[in-house]
């Protein structure tokens, strides 16, 4: 089987920076797609930035110009550099990918969700 396991999430204060890891572990042949989602109290999850095949990029207009996303193919892992970071962006980041595995000596797809870090911006 595939897991996702986050980690980098903290308290940090306004204009500050924070990089949060994502590593992918399991008999990973190929990666379709990792990204980062948040989702703040009382709101609902929302893409913060997304990585394609390690190149193709999309970003959330609020992250923009702060955010960058990033992989090491070699490492399976995904990273979330955030800088300047505002209040707003408080909520807890979920890694999310989807990629193919080998099971039983045959490839399948695997889509799923890791258990999320906190990242707190104090103003």
């Known amino acids: 089987q595939v897991q996702l396991v986050e980690s980098g999430g903290g308290l940090v204060q306004a204009g500050g920076s924070l990089r949060l890891s994502c590593v992918a572990s399991?008999?990973?042949?190929?990666?379709?797609?990792m990204g980062w989602y948040r989702q703040a109290p009382g709101k609902q999850r929302e893409l913060v930035a997304e990585?394609?095949?390690?190149?193709?990029?999309n970003y959330s207009d609020s992250v923009k110009g702060r955010f960058t996303i990033s992989t090491d193919n070699a490492k399976n892992t995904v990273y979330l550099q955030m800088n300047n970071l505002k209040p707003e962006d408080t909520a807890v980041y979920y890694c999310?990918?989807?990629?193919?595995?080998?099971?039983?000596?045959?490839?399948?797809?695997?889509?799923?969700w890791g258990q999320g870090t906190q990242v707190t911006v104090s103003s």
């Open positions: 999310n990918a989807e990629v193919w595995f080998d099971q039983y000596g045959t490839g399948s797809t695997w889509h799923g």
């Open positions: 990585i394609t095949r390690g190149t193709t990029t």
């Open positions: 399991g008999s990973i042949t190929s990666v379709n797609f």
